[in-house]
């Protein structure tokens, strides 16, 4: 019909052909695209939209899930304030909370409790029993894991035996503390810089997340790319640093001008990647191969 003057709404008795299928053209053959026994989804792969369509064509009304893993995300800190109240001298806006959130959400992970507590180990162990109470499977802590003299995550755990509490010769991301409470809710104690949290959450956090889900694949791509800048590098650490990539030049550089500060919020809001830098290189040089994880 479609290669045809007129078609069906032609009145004459003469339909003209424009042009002449081939032999078995627009047929649409068994098998062309799976066969009987072929793997349709393979276990440990995300149920996306794709996987659906999938699973659906094949003939599949059900599949076999993991439930999502349920996270209670505490910021600690007696200076932290809300998002949107008014920012007063000594006070900050937890940045903490809502990026946690939504690096939770994005590992396919479900938040069942956001809170705040003071620089309080009471606090703490009491959000603790919150957070058990409302099923959580996962709580991560952000501050209060450092060698400081106000360290409510360390007042409230450090020597019962259950979160060990340790240096990490990473930058970003040096003090971590991690272990498990009641039935094996797993606690991850971040520390409390902003790009330290993305960092360790993006090391350590979200693969567990993904690994309580039995996916076969926790880790985020990792591409090697060209430094287009120079920059230092902190020594006898692994350098995590929030960058912007160039996908089509294959090149990398750092997201924010003020360089690896793990305060420097405002850097993440333009990265993409984190490049990383191994602990025995001083320097990073224009040109340089870099080993750069994907985030964005």
Known sequence: ??????????SLDVIHVLE??????????RGADLRAG??????????GAFQVAAAVAAGADEV???????VAVVSTGSELIAPGETVRRGLIPDSNGPLLAGLVADADAEVVIIARVSDDGAAVAQVTADARAAGADVIIFTGGVS???????????DGHGEVEFAKVSMQPG????????????????????????????????RPALLALQGRSVIHRAHLTMI???????????????????????????PATAGGSGSHLAGGLAQASAFAIVPAEVAAVAVGDELDVMLVG
């Open 1 to 10: 019909f479609e290669a045809t003057a007129g078609g069906l709404a032609n």
């Open 20 to 29: 002449a299928p081939a032999p078995g053209a627009f047929i649409r053959r």
């Open 38 to 47: 072929d793997v349709v989804v393979e276990a440990g792969q995300r149920m």
């Open 64 to 70: 076999t899930v993991a439930r999502a893993p349920r």
């Open 147 to 157: 060698a400081g003299a106000y360290e409510p995550v360390r007042a409230a755990f």
């Open 174 to 205: 040096k003090p971590q503390a991690f272990g498990t409470v009641g039935d094996g809710c797993l606690v991850f104690g971040l520390p409390g810089n902003p790009v330290s949290v993305a960092v360790s959450f993006e090391v350590f956090v």
């Open 227 to 253: 430094a287009a800048e120079s920059w230092k590098t902190p020594p006898g650490r692994r350098q995590y640093l929030p960058a912007v990539v160039d996908l089509a030049a294959r090149t990398v550089r």
